[in-house]
Nanobody, 123 residues
Framework: QVQLVESGGGLVQAGGSLRLSCAASGRTFSTYTVAWFRQAQGKEREFVAAINWSGGTYYANSVKGRFTISRDNAKNTVYLQMNSLKAEDTAVYYC?????????????????WGQGTQVTVSS
């Protein structure tokens, strides 16, 4: 069983940066693929980025070139570096995990979820 806790959200001006962290419990965290999803108020949950155990990554087109996902297995933590933030990036950001190498963009492929962290970008 893996438990996930996000942190690092907050209020930032457009064009600014934030780094989100997803801290995981469990000795086998390194074998999990971890993703970030986001959900804006009144909108559906949306895939942002994913990283598998070997470092393979996959990004949504809307964040490609601006966001970077990375992981530190020694610290059981996955990061999402967000640069050049836009007002439309405002959402609650969730990290999610599943065992396996598939960097899936489908939320239903992930069985473990964190509680979310709010990111607000002011224009």
């Amino acid at each position: 069983q893996v438990q996930l806790v996000e942190s690092g959200g907050g209020l930032v001006q457009a064009g600014g940066s934030l780094r989100l962290s997803c801290a995981a419990s469990g000795r086998t965290f390194s074998t999990y693929t971890v993703a970030w999803f986001r959900q804006a108020q009144g909108k559906e949950r949306e895939f942002v980025a994913a990283i598998n155990w070997s470092g393979g990554t996959y990004y949504a087109n809307s964040v490609k070139g601006r966001f970077t996902i990375s992981r530190d297995n020694a610290k059981n933590t996955v990061y999402l570096q967000m640069n050049s933030l836009k007002a439309e990036d405002t959402a609650v950001y969730y990290c999610a995990a599943h065992i396996g190498v598939s960097v899936s963009s489908n939320w239903y492929d992930y069985e473990h979820w964190g509680q979310g962290t709010q990111v607000t970008v002011s224009s």
